[in-house]
């Protein structure tokens, strides 16, 4: 049995042998590594950034940080890459507001890569300039409230809803049941407050007439060229000439772009794709 173990644990041994051995070798080659890719980085520092937008928007913190760094002294412009539905309409402002503010500073260029539609949309709209792939989609600037109504599945598996509550619109958007009337008509008032802040907004940042609205708004939707038309974009062109345009209103001389992380990118996509489905089967104020 001792030879049995003996004979099991044997490659385990030379493992462990192997890095007694060349321990201190190792240490030694993992502090040139580490101190040639920091030379490396040091002499390369990045003096513009990437912000990339995917997927649906349901939070703005993680976008929050990307434009802290990029306000930093080193990045001298910014390329705001979107491909988006669009999402919850809180995050959407609070995403706009940060490029407004970033804009001050230093040039941003938004870029459509696909989809650039309500939300997404609205967060890119104080850009310097908004450019699109030929085939991006464009517009959908619109707001949208939506809710189940799962009363007729709950009487056939037998459940009944119960609850105590103060205040006549406390349950307004209840999934439990159909709307009353007057619940309905209270989330219309919210849905088109949001709508005109939206279209106010758009027309603000775009210099388009809010009174001719209904060409550029309306959740129309519209291909890159059309966009250009209404001017909802500024041209319509491709990734490397939005990168060449923030190169040239930053006016760098030896550009050094700074990407986010592709284990991040890769990990932040899973993340991003079961929260999409998640988000599409709950209600909600949406600029979608």
């Known amino acids: 049995m001792t030879e049995f173990i003996k004979r099991l644990l044997a490659p385990l041994g030379a493992v462990l042998d192997f890095i007694q051995r060349y321990f201190k070798a190792l240490i030694f080659l993992l502090i040139l590594f580490l101190l040639f890719s920091s030379s490396e ?12 937008l995917t997927g ?9 940080e990307q434009f ?18 669009g999402g919850s309409v809180a995050p959407s402002i609070e995403i706009s507001l940060a490029i407004k503010r970033l804009k001050a500073k230093k040039p941003v260029i ?17 850009a310097d300039k908004i450019l699109a792939n030929p085939g991006a989609v464009i517009g959908s600037i619109g707001v949208l409230f939506e809710g189940a109504n799962i009363e007729e599945l709950l009487k056939k ?3 009944k809803e119960q609850s105590i509550t103060a205040g006549k619109y406390k349950q307004i958007g209840t999934i439990m049941r ?12 919210i849905i088109r407050d949001t709508y005109d802040m939206f279209v106010s907004d758009v027309a603000k940042a775009r210099g388009l007439d809010i009174n001719k609205s209904s060409q550029f708004a309306d959740a129309h939707v519209f291909t890159a060229r059309m966009a250009k038309k209404v001017g909802l974009i500024d041209e319509v062109s491709s990734v490397y000439e939005a990168e060449k345009e923030v190169e040239k209103l930053s006016k760098v001389k030896n550009p050094v772009w700074k990407e986010a992380d592709k284990f991040d990118k890769f ?12 988000f599409r089967y709950f209600f909600g104020l949406k600029a979608y």
Request: charged share 30%; glycine share 6%; net charge negative.
């Open 157 to 159: 598996i037998g459940v």
């Open 68 to 85: 802290k760094e990029a306000e930093k002294n080193n990045i001298k412009g910014v390329l705001f890459v979107v491909d988006s539905p």
């Open 56 to 64: 649906v928007i349901e939070d703005y913190e993680k976008f929050m």
């Open 267 to 278: 990990m932040s996509k899973i993340a991003e794709e079961g929260a999409s489905l998640v």
């Open 41 to 52: 980085e040091v002499l390369k520092e990045p003096n513009l950034m990437k912000i990339e």
């Open 110 to 126: 938004a870029y459509a890569a696909g989809t650039m539609a309500s939300g997404s949309y609205y967060a890119s709209i104080w």
């Open 178 to 189: 159909e709307w009353k009337p007057y619940e309905r008509a209270e989330l219309e008032k």
